[in-house]
């Protein structure tokens, strides 16, 4: 017979004691607009395969005979493969189209810099063994014609069981120069990340931007156009004009406001679930509100209730509701699985009972 556990969540206020505010550096919680990574793309052929090519696919064989003229060699009829060179071709095994990717880091490149690519087989069985013999990567502008880079350079395959998507070491060598402005009509944007992102935070971030600079800002006055020198823009955008003392250098204000140190800089309430992975991960203020939940032999009972003897009991210093991470931890101490756990939880939040997002992935 099995036995049924049953765990009481009591909330009580055990003391004044509170809790120091979070703190962390700007740089932490945020990117500054216009520092963003940029992808170049563009085909290119994998040569010196061991027969795992694509033997008579048409597209390959129309890039290889046009590779052969641009390198002196006849394959071409005013502009079209010349039919006779085609059938040849067809005959190869050790050729295949690929896609080529490259990215750009956030602070741009310049011509000469190196860049790894990523190579991946558009015709072919396999490109592993085989060498990158040339591809010319376009921006992502589709009506930018420039080439910003060429790739060449030998193929790793890092997964065996995908052997026709491979990388090329520092392969991709830049032709043009890359920039990313981040100063735009005499602003700066920082833009918080996805899981800071929030009107409470934005606006506390403005006003310690404003508290940080008040002497620099002094003498910048609202406009009609632009509006206040610090403002949030919305729960994820807050805009800075650059300080008149610092515009011959807004590398260096920019420098010193991304250290500026952040309180209460915490993210909203969640709790992400991944059931494939059997993970849960929660932030320490998601609490529980009065619910009773029957789950196979486990029982779980949240409320203000006096505690019954064979409840275990949970105290809480800092909230007036249970907090969720305190109920995980006890229902891990029961060897409560995880699938239960999840489930446990999902029930609460179906019932309105989660003070915090349920995130499933």
């Known amino acids: 017979m099995s036995h049924i556990f049953r765990l009481a969540l009591l909330a009580t206020l055990v003391g004044s004691a509170t809790s120091a ?6 740089r932490n919680i945020c990117r500054v607009k216009g520092q963003e990574e940029n992808t170049l793309r563009g085909l290119g052929l994998v040569v010196g395969l061991n027969g795992t090519g694509e033997a008579g696919d048409g597209p390959t064989m129309r890039a290889l005979a046009r590779a052969m003229e641009i390198m002196g060699s006849p394959g071409m009829v ?3 493969p010349d039919p006779a060179a085609l059938d040849e071709l067809k005959k190869l095994k050790n050729a295949a189209l690929v896609m080529v990717t490259a990215t750009v880091p956030p602070t741009g490149a310049r011509r000469g810099d190196k860049l790894d690519c990523y190579v991946a087989a558009i015709a072919g069985k396999g490109i592993g063994g085989g060498r990158l013999a040339f591809a010319a990567l376009q921006g992502p502008n589709t009506q930018d014609t420039r080439v910003f880079g060429l790739c060449q350079g030998h193929v790793q395959v890092d997964d065996g069981t995908q052997s026709n998507v491979g990388r090329v070491h520092n392969g991709c060598q830049m032709e043009q120069d890359v920039w990313t ?5 005499g602003f700066i944007t920082l833009v918080l990340d996805k899981n800071h992102a929030d009107f409470q935070i934005a606006s506390s971030v403005a006003e310690k931007i404003r508290e940080q600079y008040r002497d620099n800002l002094d003498g910048e006055q609202a406009d009609a156009e632009f509006g206040d020198p610090v403002r949030a ?14 515009r011959s250098d807004p590398v260096l204000f920019l420098a010193d406001m991304l250290d500026t140190k952040i309180y209460d800089s915490d993210p909203e309430a969640r709790v992400t679930i991944n059931p494939r992975a059997g993970s849960i991960v929660i932030s320490g203020d998601v609490t529980i509100g009065d619910v009773i939940v029957s789950h196979k032999n486990v029982v779980v009972e949240a409320d203000d209730a006096p505690p019954i003897a064979e409840f275990a009991r949970i105290d809480t210093t800092e909230v007036d509701f249970p907090r969720l991470d305190r109920l995980v931890q006890q229902l891990s101490a029961l060897k409560v699985p995880t699938n239960d756990v999840i489930e446990i939880i999902r029930g609460i939040d179906r019932n309105g009972k989660l003070h915090g997002r349920l995130i499933i992935e």
């Open 21 to 26: 505010p979070a703190e962390t550096l700007l």
């Open 78 to 80: 005013a502009g079209r």
């Open 181 to 185: 402005p981040f100063v735009k009509e």
């Open 233 to 246: 823009l919305d729960a994820a955008n807050i805009q800075v004009r650059i300080p008149e003392n610092y």
